[in-house]
């Protein structure tokens, strides 16, 4: 638990709260692709947002952040987002609920995470997530996980201008204990793989690089995406996004599409492929095989489409010079945040100098290490 929700609470408003987690995520395998109706491999993570909330007698929502020191409150029946504020996720998801006929009514709420900031474990998801679930608890809506998860990518759309994908939100609300979710986001449904690592464990490496144009370039791949489906169209007509087509395809495409636009249609495709080929080598225990995918999910996202940075190869690339590394590669929407890696249990503190030494040296910062556990997705405590 946070250590500073309960006494925030108490402090600012009465009554005892009831109490929502929602955790962030990680993705094994499969990035850019949720937005192309594709598959993708995450999990929740131990770390996460916790959200206490109780109704009040107004009609005004009042909000405090643990974290931050900061308050905030709205109106229910007239708000408007405020450019880059945290509330922004707590109006979207009142909002979202109250189009589809739920009777929100006022509240207060105090939220407080773990989850580093700018690392790519999703926190905005995360947060949507637990708060959707606080007020659907507080409330008694009972609206369906996957309700949330979709109010929670919209809220991203409507009031961060992110062009997002359901991975982060599906997978905060529907984690489980040391299981990942194989999921088909044209259908929103998963299937749930159990992960035996066995003596190896997932670390992250957060390269501490924020790209203030992250947001624009996320928005820009997916019309670039969106643009080459159109093209395609004319020979495929059957085709709905780029999650239609398959390995063998490739070279008709080619073809087809401009050279600016091949290697990101090529990148989607031939992810979704190694989502699938992960999955299986993941179940059948051959990490060596899982870890080559990873390595190159990784090649393929730098370098056809375009959406890593010179921090982020290097981490990847020192890391797989390792003979304990079995895999290593970026991890969420790139420009900066994590490296997600597959390292021998027992050489995790030299694999943390090698490349604690090995940044430091060559960009002047250090990186930061966060391990992870696979664990339970969002719940009332
Ligand atoms: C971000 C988005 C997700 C997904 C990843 C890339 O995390 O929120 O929807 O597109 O980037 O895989």
């Known amino acids: ?150 109010y929670a990518q919209k809220s991203e759309h409507l009031y961060a201008g992110v062009k997002c994908g359901i991975m982060d939100p599906y997978a905060s609300a529907f984690g489980r204990e040391g299981k990942a979710l194989l999921l088909d986001c044209r259908s929103n449904t998963h299937q749930e793989i159990p992960v035996h690592l066995g003596n190896y464990s997932l670390i992250l490496v957060n390269s501490k690089v924020k790209h203030s144009l992250a947001d624009s370039a996320y928005n820009k791949r997916r019309e670039a995406c969106e643009e080459s489906v159109r093209l395609l169209q004319a020979n495929y007509p059957e085709i709905i996004t780029l999650r239609d087509l398959s390995i063998s395809d490739l070279g008709k495409i080619e073809e087809i599409l401009p050279k600016s636009f091949f290697p990101k249609a090529k990148h989607v495709i031939t992810e979704c492929d190694r989502v699938h080929e992960a999955a299986k080598a993941l179940q059948s225990g051959d990490l060596i095989t899982f870890g080559r995918l990873l390595d190159a999910s990784h090649t393929s996202l730098s370098q056809d489409f375009e959406v890593s940075c010179p921090e982020l190869d290097f981490l990847a690339q020192i890391a797989t010079s390792m003979p304990e590394v079995l895999g290593s590669r970026m991890m969420g929407g790139g420009f900066g945040g994590c490296t997600i890696n597959l390292v021998r249990t027992d050489f995790l503190e030299k694999f943390k100098s090698h490349i604690q030494i090995g940044y430091e040296k060559r960009f002047l910062k250090s990186p930061e290490f966060i391990p992870v556990e696979v664990f339970e997705g969002a719940r009332m405590l």
């Open 1 to 150: 638990m946070h250590p500073q929700l309960l006494p925030t609470y108490h402090s600012n408003f009465s009554g005892s709260p009831l109490i929502a987690f929602a955790p962030g995520r990680i993705n094994l395998i499969g990035e850019h692709t949720d937005y192309q109706e594709g598959f993708v491999f995450p999990a929740a993570v131990k770390q996460g947002i916790w959200v206490a909330i109780q109704k009040n007698d107004i009609r005004s929502c009042r909000l405090i952040s643990a974290d931050f020191g900061q308050e905030f409150s709205f109106d229910l029946d007239s708000f408007t987002p405020k450019k880059g504020h945290w509330a922004n996720y707590a109006m979207g998801m009142c909002a979202l609920m109250k189009q589809s006929g739920y009777e929100v009514k006022g509240f207060d709420m105090v939220i407080g995470g773990n989850i580093p900031v700018g690392s790519g474990l999703s926190s905005s998801a995360a947060l949507s997530v637990g708060i959707g679930t606080a007020i659907s608890a507080l409330f008694d809506f009972d609206i369906p996980k996957k309700n949330l998860a979709l």
